[in-house]
């Protein structure tokens, strides 16, 4: 009769066991789903960042080479507005010697 009694409490201690590890097997399963349902978000969220990086970085470069532009626009103006003031200083020599010979 001892032997049956230390038997069934040896099953009774089996069986809460495997209990107890089917739990714990269920909640490490779950953690996994929602540690790869997170990590799928994040990754995505990368994805849509390094996007958005890119066209910030574009749009960036876009904007030195505006500035560029608009430094030798002026630059530009500069020499041609220089030029005309020559041109007119010149014409009008041209002209006063044109008088003094008529």
Do not use: P, W
């Not at 009769?1 to 038997?7: G, S, V, Y």
């Amino acid at each position: 009769r001892e032997a049956a009694m230390l038997r069934y409490t040896a099953r009774q201690r089996a069986e809460a066991t495997a209990e107890n590890r089917d739990s714990h097997t269920q909640s490490l399963q779950t953690q996994l789903e929602e540690a790869e349902r997170a990590s799928t978000e994040a990754a995505n969220i990368a994805v849509q960042s390094r996007k958005l990086a890119t066209r910030l970085l574009a749009d960036g470069e876009k904007a030195k080479d505006l500035d560029h532009f608009v430094r030798t626009m002026k630059e530009a103006e500069g020499a041609r507005n220089k030029a005309k003031i020559e041109y007119d200083a010149a014409k009008l020599e041209k002209d006063r010697c044109n008088d003094r010979m008529m």
